[in-house]
Nanobody, 123 residues
Framework: QVQLEESGGGLVQAGGSLRLSCAAS????????MGWFRQAPGKERELVSA????????YYTDSVKGRFTISRDNAKNTVDLYMNSLRPEDTGIYYC????????????????WGRGTQVTVSS
């Protein structure tokens, strides 16, 4: 069983930066994919960014391209999301998730989820 724990959320002004971290325990995930999702109040959970563990290939939703960067550390079993030029619409609960296969673009492919960390961007 894999446990995921997010950290790094908080309150920041528009234009500011945050770094989210996700630490995995319980099993090595060297060949798996990881994703960061967010859920804003009253909205569905959406994929923000994902990374394939072996190749390092990344994906970003259009609204965060050029502002967010996802990275992973295979040795430490961590995945980070660097968020720059934050906007009020980036506000939400950010979840880390791990997929053991399938399409990283689909939430249904993810097998393990963290509890989430709140990100609030004030205008």
């Amino acid at each position: 069983q894999v446990q995921l724990e997010e950290s790094g959320g908080g309150l920041v002004q528009a234009g500011g930066s945050l770094r989210l971290s996700c630490a995995a325990s319980g099993r090595s995930f060297g060949t798996y994919g990881m994703g960061w999702f967010r859920q804003a109040p009253g909205k569905e959970r959406e994929l923000v960014s994902a990374i394939r563990w072996l190749s390092g290939t990344t994906y970003y939703t259009d609204s965060v391209k050029g502002r967010f960067t996802i990275s992973r550390d295979n040795a430490k079993n961590t995945v980070d999301l660097y968020m720059n030029s934050l906007r009020p619409e980036d506000t939400g609960i950010y979840y880390c998730a791990q997929a053991e296969g399938g399409s990283l673009y689909s939430a249904s492919s993810y097998d393990y989820w963290g509890r989430g960390t709140q990100v609030t961007v004030s205008s």
